[in-house]
Structures are given as structure tokens and as C-alpha cells.
């Protein structure tokens, strides 16, 4: 690791630090809920989390959680996916990695909806 | 960065590592690896959460779940069924007493009700990971001090706060760097006294394995505050997993720029090193510690001088107890104020202590001075098991007394427990029922004195080994009706003229058993009874002397 030289280079250094433990606080902006029942993961759940992971990851977005839960029995909807943000949750259906990287980047990052897979609000 | 999805954080303090912690962190990343979910879920070595009884411990983020003595076999169901499919698995879950509930991390009781300043990392971060205790504020403090502030400053603040010595005496921080800071010396020392040695006592063991930057960044605002370059973290030999854990946070702050020469651009150099205890008690003492560093026979010094004044190497030397330097970070970076919202006035903020004996969930908690014994027993110990009493507990180890039951409702802290006759300790706190022989457990630790008594001053060389002479007569029906009378006597004269505190407090056990519960001593003379059942007495019923010699304890 590089030496740290001032108080602002300590900061920083901080800042960065803590968005990788915001996981532990429980206290994220954003939650990402993916159902994982033996429907959803029939229908690709795993790759439709690894893609909301990746997308995460590329765009450097640590304010969401992700967790998995059984199923709500759409299963005609599998994969389903829900977004909690700005204490509204947003459920969408039929959830593919496409639709999960655009859906990070627009809702989970920017909080704009897309309308489009959109099953149900809350 | 890297992005987790599942944060799993294994305790790995020495005691859930002995209770076979080190087999299920093994299985879970081979089980992890299995279903190639690597990638997905960071595991975590960290320290005590503190409900050492229930180890190890496994927590899980997001969701905050808690599991309980998990072991290797648990390591499959725990990742196929919580960390693939989202179910928690409830067989393994910290469960509401007797009942199908599962609280949440922060409405269980055990969590619910502690206060932690000094643990505040504790259980939470990766302790060998320089990165994640930044993130927590890490070294925040310390740049706020060498950079914002001078050195009389912080010892303002300091004194501020209130801040005593968290090991065992109490003495106002603030006011012993004061002594070190107006001695004019090139030269001055701050020493970490990491030789935690009474029985049943882990507080320190726990947070230099758990958070060993807070302790190394208290060390340095200390440092920076009496004028002094370098700093000795002395540490018992028998602490391989804080000693380690020492090490590696030492060489990390070392590579961070956070130690060394001219710290974050400042005139400030500090740099620190280990100096390993060989297993004597007395070097907790601070002049034996000092003379144990200087590679002397580890036995006190006359005082005065004091250490502020003439310690290490004859120089002005600072020592502080290891929960103290914890403190400091917190103080600095939050100011005064914020430390005195907790506690009581004359003992502000909070106090650990090591829960152990005859209670329920025995562990490391964290409460504010002054709460009630009670509360911290009943409510956060989740009281005595099943079908026993609370008959006393004994704080303060070998060097305390006990508090019984008509006392349970006194605050724990500094003014109060002296009162009754014993001390605050460093932490340690024994919890006894009525299965417990209160004259056995006088003996116990009078034992222990004499066994690490260093033999430099009469009083208590001898004196605490005649004292127990007759408390072996006492337990093996042998006791005299003047005993009594005998040890009071002996343990106040020790208490006068022992040359340091450890046999000044030697008596202690001894003579506040014989305050609370004489009843039991005179059972044991008169009656040649032991009410608790510990002590045995038949070999003499049934034929004198001869047998003697089979009496065993």
C-alpha cells in the first residue's frame, strides 16, 4: 500500500474504504431483492444476480444490498427482481441479465423506473 | 472495487478458534468453492462479538443473521440453502429463549444493551486489514491531533473526558501524561501494558485481537501528547493470536506511512515495538514491567519516583492499560463531551468486562459506568442457569472482592465498588451460585498470589503464604476458632506494608469473603461443614491424622 502524506490523502483513502463495508451497516440506499426459489433459478436467476453484481462492480455503486429470498409465486414472472429505493419498491418481471444491467443503471443508480418489466409497485 | 453480494464474518478470537472455529471457516470456503460462488461472498476473519459461550460465531450481511456454535458439518446447508437460495437456516440462529422467534442482531438482548466505545470494531471489521479499520474512522483522530492540535491540547481534551485507567486503579488519564509532558527529557516512553494476567479476565486479549489499530493509534495520541518517539507494546507470550495480530496492523501502519518518520507531513515521529512477557503475574505491575522491558528481573520498584518521572531506561515513561488507549481515538475524534454522555460523572464512559462463571451467555460485554450488576447478569447474561441462585460475584480477580446478593443493585464503577469493600479490576467478573464455596474461592486466589508473588518484599511473600496455611487448615476441617481473627489481621498488615500493588491487594478475596459470608467460615471451623459441598472433610471424620495426607481439595 502507498504511504499516506497528508490528512486528505488519509480521507480519501477513507471514504473509498468505507463504501465496501456499507454492506455490513445494513443501512444501504438501495436494496436489490432477486427471488430464489426453484422457479427462479430454473429461469436464470443466477446469472440475472451475477449480471446486477457485475453491473454494480463496473459502475462502481456500493450503496445497494443484495439479497436472495424464495419465491412470491409469480412464477410466469420468473426471474423477479425488486428494487427498494427512496422507500418505494418496484418489482419487475421476467428479469434477464439485459434487463438486470439496465435496470442497475437506470433505477438502482439514477432511481428512474423502467416502466417497461414492471409487475408491480409497492 | 470488488463488489460482495454476502459478507460472512467468522469470529476468530482465541476462544472461538479453540472451540473449533478454524474446521468451519475451512469447510465453508471449500463448500463456497464447490458452487463456485467465490466470487459472490467475502469471509471474514474477525474478532469477538463476545458471546463467547454460543462460539463460533458466524454473522451474515446483509441481512445481519446470527449463527451460533456453527461448525464444519453446518458449512454445506449454510451456503446451499442461505447463501444460494436466500433461507436462512434456523436450526443454526440465535433463537428468543425457549421460543421459535429469531430476533434480528440488534434486538438481541445479549447485543441489545451493551454500549461499545471500545469494542466498537470488535466483531465487526477484518482486524488484519488496515483498509477496513480506516473506513471505520481508523486513524482519524490522530490525524485531527499531530495535525489540528498541540500537544497540551489533547491532554485537555483527555482530562476533559474524565478518562481513569481501565486497568484496575482508575487514575485520571489526562492528569498522569501531564506528569510525563513537563518533564524536560530528549527522551520518553510510552508503554502499552498488554500483560493482562488475572484469571477469567480477556478484555485486552479481545481487542488486540479484534481491533489491534485502535490500541496502536491510542499509543501514538499519547505519545504525541507527553512528547515522547517511541512506544513498547508489552504483551503476555501466552496471547499468540494478539501477538500476531500485533504484528501484522504494526507492519501495515508502518507501510501506510502511519508510523515512521514525519507522520501525514508533520514533525511527528513515532515508531513502536513488541516485547513479549514471559507469564509472571507481578509484571503487570508497572515498575516490574518496566524493569522486565529493560531485561531486569521482573519486580517492582520502589515509588516514588513514579514512571511519568523516571521509568523506562530512567527516563519520563507513560503506561497505559490497553481499553484505556482504545479510548482515546473515540475522545479525540468525538471530543469530551460525547465520552461524558456516558457513565457517571466521576467514571465517565463505559467499561468491558469478561463474563464468566455460573451464568448463561458468559462473554465479553461492553456497558456504561455505574450500570447495575443486576442488569448486567440478569439482563444482558441472561441471568443463572436453570435452578440456581445468584449468591455473589467477584470483580477485580485476585486483587477484588465480592459483591453479594444484598448488593446487586450497586453501580459498577469506580466510587462504588471500593465502598464495598472491593475494586473495579480490570475487567474480570466471576459470577457464583450457590454451588460455590466462597472460603474455596478465597483460597483460590490467595493461591494464585502466592504462586506469582516475586518474593522481593516479606509481606507479601510470606505473609499471603501463611494466610493460606490457614485457609487450607480452614477448608479441610482443621480450622481454629481465632482463625478468623488471624487473617484479618494478616491481610490488613499486608494491605499496609506490601511494597506494590499486587501484594497490597493480595488480601482482598479474603478479607471481603469474611465481611459478606462469615456464616460459611465458621460453618467450615465449628460445624467442619462445607455448605456449598466443595470442601471435603471425610477423611478426617474417619480417623485423624493418618489420612491426612489423602485430604484433597
Not at chain 2, 339 to 368: C, M, R
Not at chain 2, 498 to 512: F, I, K
Not at chain 2, 527 to 532: F, T
Amino acid at each position: 500500500m502507498e504511504k499516506i502524506k497528508s490528512i486528505e490523502e488519509l480521507r480519501k483513502l477513507r471514504e473509498h474504504a468505507r463504501e465496501s463495508l456499507k454492506v455490513r451497516s445494513g443501512e444501504t440506499k438501495v436494496k436489490i431483492m432477486v427471488s430464489m426459489g426453484t422457479v427462479g433459478i430454473a429461469a436464470g436467476a443466477r446469472d440475472t444476480l451475477m449480471a446486477i453484481i457485475s453491473e454494480l462492480e463496473k459502475r462502481e455503486y456500493h450503496d445497494a444490498q443484495i439479497v436472495e429470498r424464495g419465491s412470491l409465486g409469480l412464477d410466469r414472472e420468473e426471474p423477479v427482481v425488486a428494487v427498494e429505493r427512496d422507500k418505494k419498491t418496484v418489482f419487475y418481471g421476467k428479469v434477464t441479465p439485459e434487463v438486470a444491467r439496465e435496470i442497475v443503471a437506470q433505477h438502482v443508480i439514477n432511481g428512474q423506473i423502467v416502466s417497461e418489466w414492471v409487475i408491480a409497485k409497492e | 472495487m470488488k463488489i460482495y453480494r454476502i459478507h460472512a464474518l467468522i469470529c476468530a478470537g482465541a476462544q472461538c478458534l479453540a472451540a473449533g472455529g478454524n474446521g468451519f471457516e475451512e469447510a465453508l470456503k471449500n463448500e463456497l468453492k464447490k458452487h463456485n460462488i467465490e466470487e459472490e461472498v467475502c469471509v471474514v476473519e474477525t474478532g469477538c462479538m463476545g458471546a463467547c459461550q454460543l462460539g463460533p460465531l458466524l454473522v451474515v450481511y446483509p441481512e445481519g443473521i446470527m449463527y451460533t456454535n456453527v461448525e464444519a458439518k453446518d458449512a454445506k446447508e449454510i451456503v446451499e440453502e442461505h447463501f444460494l437460495k436466500g433461507r436462512p437456516i434456523k436450526r443454526l440462529m440465535w433463537k428468543k429463549e425457549g421460543k421459535e422467534e429469531f430476533p434480528g442482531l440488534k434486538d438481541i438482548p445479549f447485543f441489545a444493551k451493551q454500549t461499545k466505545i471500545v469494542l466498537r470494531n470488535c466483531g465487526l471489521i477484518n482486524p488484519e486489514d488496515i483498509n477496513e479499520y480506516i473506513a471505520r474512522n481508523g486513524y482519524k483522530a490522530l490525524a485531527k491531533a499531530i495535525v489540528e492540535m498541540k500537544p497540551q491540547d489533547v491532554i485537555d481534551v483527555v482530562k476533559e473526558s474524565g478518562l481513569r485507567g481501565r486497568g484496575g486503579a482508575g487514575f485520571p488519564t489526562g492528569l498522569k501524561w501531564s506528569f510525563a509532558a513537563n518533564q524536560d527529557s530528549e527522551e520518553k516512553y510510552m508503554i502499552c501494558n498488554a500483560d493482562e494476567g488475572d484469571p477469567g479476565a480477556y478484555m485486552d486479549r479481545s481487542v488486540l485481537e479484534g481491533d489491534p489499530h485502535s490500541v496502536i493509534e491510542g499509543m501514538m495520541i499519547a505519545g504525541y501528547a507527553i512528547g515522547a518517539n517511541r512506544g513498547y507494546i508489552y504483551v503476555r507470550a501466552e496471547y499468540p493470536l494478539a501477538v500476531r495480530r500485533l504484528e501484522t496492523a504494526i507492519k501495515q501502519a508502518k507501510q501506510a506511512g502511519l508510523l515512521g518518520k514525519n507522520i501525514l507531513g508533520t514533525n511527528f515521529s513515532f515508531d513502536i515495538e513488541l516485547r513479549m512477557g514471559a507469564g509472571a503475574f507481578v509484571c503487570g505491575e508497572e515498575t516490574a514491567l518496566i524493569n522486565s522491558i529493560e531485561g531486569k528481573r521482573g519486580e517492582p520498584r520502589k515509588k516514588p519516583p513514579f514512571p511519568a518521572i523516571s521509568g523506562l531506561f530512567g527516563k519520563p515513561t507513560i503506561i497505559n492499560n490497553v481499553e484505556t488507549l482504545a479510548n482515546l481515538s473515540v475522545i479525540i475524534d468525538k471530543g469530551a463531551k460525547f465520552f461524558k454522555q456516558f457513565g457517571t460523572e466521576k467514571s465517565p464512559g463505559t467499561k468491558v468486562f469478561a463474563l464468566a462463571g455460573k451464568v448463561n451467555i458468559s462473554g465479553l460485554v461492553e456497558v456504561p459506568m455505574g450500570t447495575s450488576l443486576r442488569k448486567i447478569v440478569f439482563d444482558i447474561g441472561g441471568g443463572i442457569p436453570e435452578g440456581h441462585t445468584f449468591k455473589g460475584a467477584l470483580t477485580g480477580g485476585p486483587s477484588g472482592g465480592v459483591i453479594p446478593m444484598e448488593f446487586i443493585d450497586t453501580p459498577m464503577d469506580y466510587e462504588s465498588l471500593p465502598a464495598l469493600g472491593t475494586i473495579m479490576g480490570s475487567g474480570g467478573l466471576i459470577i457464583m451460585d450457590e454451588t460455590s464455596c466462597m472460603v474455596d474461592v478465597a483460597k483460590f486466589f490467595l493461591k494464585f498470589v502466592v504462586d506469582e508473588s516475586c518474593g522481593k518484599c516479606v509481606p507479601c511473600r510470606e505473609g499471603t503464604k501463611q494466610m493460606l496455611k490457614i485457609l487450607e487448615r480452614i477448608t479441610s476441617g482443621r480450622g481454629q476458632k481465632e482463625d478468623i481473627d488471624r487473617l484479618e489481621k494478616m491481610g490488613k498488615l499486608i494491605k499496609l506494608t506490601a511494597l506494590c500493588a499486587l501484594g497490597q491487594t493480595a488480601p482482598n478475596p479474603v478479607l471481603s469473603t469474611i465481611k459478606y459470608f462469615k456464616e460459611e467460615y465458621l460453618a467450615h471451623i465449628i460445624d467442619k461443614k462445607c455448605p456449598a459441598g466443595i470442601c471435603q472433610f471425610s477423611a478426617l471424620k474417619e480417623g485423624g491424622k493418618k489420612h491426612e495426607a489423602k485430604v484433597t481439595h
